[in-house]
């Protein structure tokens, strides 16, 4: 049985100067007000534009990010690699507007495509839709409205992006994920993804959707995405995951006055991220997943289910995912178990993922627990190497 509790395990990646960078931002992250600052003095720092991509390269980014290009990848993706865990390159360049943006950002996520082709430590690739289109025209298709005659060509354009990037995973045997991201416009990405699942997955998942839990309808949704694969006879790829939004969500509905899509309660988003598993396993010949999630009880019971299917260890339908730098204990404990394991190693120039990096140190202070838990064990390995 895996137990995450083993810090020998959990952190064997780890030399005693990473411990102690990740004990000191952990210990900063804690601190909801130390976070604000943070934030504050990195936009006047940039604003004024002052030379502060040295120091955080050197702290908060080397926690959370591969480096600033794919080749700056590689070091992590070997380390990685050493204890069975795979890399998921994730371009993390955020809040792009233009068409050169979205060009370049289709570029370099086909060049992680063709960096993961043939390389055994590279399972997946990934991409956020808006990476390849205006948030405006996404909301807009969402709805439904009918769009202009230079939207529609807009569209047309986000449209070949999408699936130039589909088709070269495909042509290279690497699956792909498409990232959920708010409900607004969530509507567009899935009718994208259905799609592209339907053109590419016929002989084996290489379009992943992803499904986001604390959503009330995301559980149906999942089963009527594969309820679509088997009428129209492909593989369905999903990407479980609770979500990231939770805040925003609540706050538009309640400004816009329509009922919020997030679950009532945490019970709830967890009921139906178990429950989305439990499916997921149950179908398993039609459906490869992968389970991103830091909740322990998850990942625990994930391991049962497949017992219980009598599956493989390392079933070739089944990974767990968790962002680097956090939830150590998880992945490498898993992986020393036999499972399949990939990290998001996020990447891209300093000063355009610190979107990204801000919103991981918010995501630490604000999600119960998490920060505390991360604490807690590099302390208890910390004394473990001290012999205490």
């Not at 976070?35 to 959370?64: H, Y």
């Not at 990685?80 to 370049?104: C, H, M, P, Q, R």
């Not at 391991?303 to 219980?308: A, D």
Request: proline letters at 2%; glycine letters at 6%; aromatic letters at 10%.
């Amino acid at each position: 049985m895996v137990s995450f509790d083993n810090t020998e395990n959990a952190f064997s990646g780890k030399k005693n100067s990473d411990l102690n960078r990740s004990y000191w931002l952990f210990n900063m992250v804690s601190r909801p007000w130390m976070v604000n600052i943070g934030e504050m003095l990195t936009e006047w720092s940039i604003a004024m534009r002052l030379p502060i991509t040295g120091a955080v390269k050197a702290t908060i980014f080397k926690q959370f990010c591969g480096g600033e290009t794919i080749e700056e990848c590689t070091k992590t993706i070997a380390e990685l690699g050493k204890y069975n865990i795979g890399t998921i390159l994730d371009y993390s360049v955020e809040g792009k507007e233009s068409e050169a943006d979205f060009n370049a950002t289709t570029r370099e996520t086909i060049a992680t495509i063709q960096r993961a082709k043939n390389e055994k430590n590279i399972p997946f690739s990934v991409f956020k839709v808006t990476g390849l289109a205006r948030f405006a025209l996404l909301e807009k298709c969402s709805t439904g409205a009918a769009l202009t005659a230079e939207e529609e060509l807009e569209f047309t354009k986000v449209h070949q992006r999408v699936n130039s990037i589909c088709e070269a995973a495909f042509q290279a045997g690497v699956p792909v994920f498409i990232d959920a991201e708010e409900s607004w416009i969530q509507v567009a990405i899935d009718g994208l993804a259905n799609e592209m699942m339907e053109k590419f997955n016929k002989q084996r998942a290489i379009v992943y959707n992803t499904y986001q839990l604390y959503r009330h309808d995301r559980l149906d949704f999942l089963k009527a995405s594969f309820a679509d694969a088997e009428k129209k006879n492909y593989f369905l790829g999903a990407k479980l995951v609770r979500g990231a939004y939770m805040e925003k969500e609540r706050e538009r509905a309640a400004n816009k006055g329509y009922a919020s899509p997030i679950q009532e309660t945490k019970a709830a988003t967890d009921n139906d991220y178990n429950a989305a598993l439990e499916f997921c396993v149950t179908h398993s010949k039609r459906i490869a997943f992968c389970a991103g999630t830091h909740n322990e009880q998850s990942s625990m019971y994930l391991t049962e289910l497949m017992k219980q299917h009598s599956l493989n260890l390392n079933d070739k339908h089944i990974y767990f995912s968790q962002l680097l730098g956090m939830s150590d204990h998880i992945s490498y404990n898993l992986s020393k178990a036999g499972y399949n394991v990939a990290k998001y190693v996020p990447y891209g120039p300093v000063k355009e993922v610190l979107p990204y990096l801000i919103r991981r140190a918010r995501e630490n202070t604000s999600v119960k627990g998490q920060t505390g838990r991360e604490l807690s064990l590099i302390i208890k390995e910390r004394k473990r190497r001290k012999g205490i």
